[in-house]
T-cell receptor, first 114, second 113 residues
């Protein structure tokens, strides 16, 4: 069955420290991959996307993600977090043979401490 | 600022009321979506419209009725809702195609009394 997994439900990180959020997928073919962020009371904002090509993808707000085909992973990173990065982060995948049906991971809640 | 606008931001209604949620986008997208999101959960797809025609209905109860009057507008008509329907309702839009990112509005927070 197709699935997308975010193993970490909750992560606490100090301001200025690095952050890595994990995303693993299980699909027959490599799907299209996305990361979204949701701040409290708001909708989802696209951080970055991967379709093909360079496996290191740069996004907005200083985020990057690395696609690893051998590990079926698409992990999100930020070298130095800011208090404003506290939010819920969702990995999403879209199958390449159909459209309209994003599959979201369960999400990772990021808390930033002073 | 989001490019997908949803109104109202908050809605409280009784189980016998009829209300509508509205969504508008001016990005020229031809696909529009409704999602339901419960607290601490990911969004759940409800409906997809493509070129103003309903293309996906994820077995949503008939008390939710979507409508796409034109390529910029998407409505969700609500009638006889249940308390478990209380949630954040998100609208999104995209270009057509599996590799197109979806752009989300800030949602309508719906509470059923």
């Amino acid at each position: 069955a197709q699935s997308v997994t975010q193993p970490d439900i909750h992560i606490t990180v100090s301001e200025g420290a690095s952050l890595e959020l994990r995303c693993n997928y299980s699909y027959g073919a490599t799907p299209y991959l996305f990361w979204y962020v949701q701040s409290p009371g708001q909708g989802l904002q696209l951080l970055l996307k991967y379709f093909s090509g360079d496996t290191l993808v740069q996004g907005i707000k200083g985020f990057e993600a690395e696609f690893k085909r051998s590990q079926s992973s698409f992990n999100l990173r930020k070298p130095s977090v800011h208090w404003s990065d506290a939010a819920e982060y969702f990995c999403a995948v879209a199958p390449t043979d159909s459209w309209g049906k994003f599959q979201f991971g369960a999400g990772t809640q990021v808390v930033v401490t002073p | 600022d989001t490019e997908v606008t949803q109104t109202p931001k908050h809605l409280v209604m009784g189980m016998t009321n009829k209300k509508s949620l509205k969504c508008e986008q001016h990005m020229g997208h031809r696909a529009m979506y409704w999602y339901k999101q419960k607290a601490k959960k990911p969004p759940e797809l409800m409906f997809v419209y493509s070129y103003e025609k309903l293309s996906i209905n994820e077995s949503v109860p008939s008390r939710f009725s979507p409508e796409c009057p034109n390529s910029s507008l998407l409505n969700l008509h609500l009638h006889a809702l249940q308390p478990e329907d209380s949630a954040l309702y998100l609208c999104a839009s995209s270009q057509e195609g599996p590799n197109q990112p979806q752009h989300f509005g800030d949602g309508t927070r719906l509470s059923i009394l």
